[in-house]
């Protein structure tokens, strides 16, 4: 199983980033998705989620409205559309598949908010 995350990278402030998690070894759409991020000296932290069981998607206080959450089944891809980035986003943001006793992590990209 591996998630593949990319997408990361250096971006000025208010500025639009679309992080990728290509998965292979399991079927997303099987399992609950999200992504984490987790800033320098802090713990790592949920920011979205969509459920397996219904595609419901959850979002963190912090990023209702600038982040969206979505996936191509087609593809077995997850996605994550970042926008208004603050540079209190900055982060190592990572992708997250579970289902059961199964909990699977992508590798991690670093996203960097910074004029």
């Known amino acids: 199983v591996q998630l593949q995350a990319s997408g990361g990278g250096l971006v000025q402030p208010g500025g639009s980033l679309r992080l990728s998690c290509a998965a292979s070894?399991?079927?997303?759409?099987?399992?609950?998705v999200g992504w984490f991020r987790q800033a320098p000296g802090k713990e790592r932290e949920g920011v979205t989620c969509i459920t397996s069981s219904d595609g419901s998607t959850y979002y963190a206080d912090s990023v209702k409205g600038r982040f969206t959450i979505s996936r191509d089944n087609a593809k077995n891809t997850l996605y994550l559309q970042i926008n208004s980035l603050k540079p209190e986003d900055t982060a190592v943001y990572y992708c997250?598949?579970?289902?059961?006793?199964?909990?699977?992590w992508g590798q991690g990209t670093q996203v960097t908010v910074s004029s």
């Open positions: 070894g399991i079927t997303l759409r099987d399992h609950n």
């Open positions: 997250n598949a579970y289902r059961g006793w199964n909990d699977y």
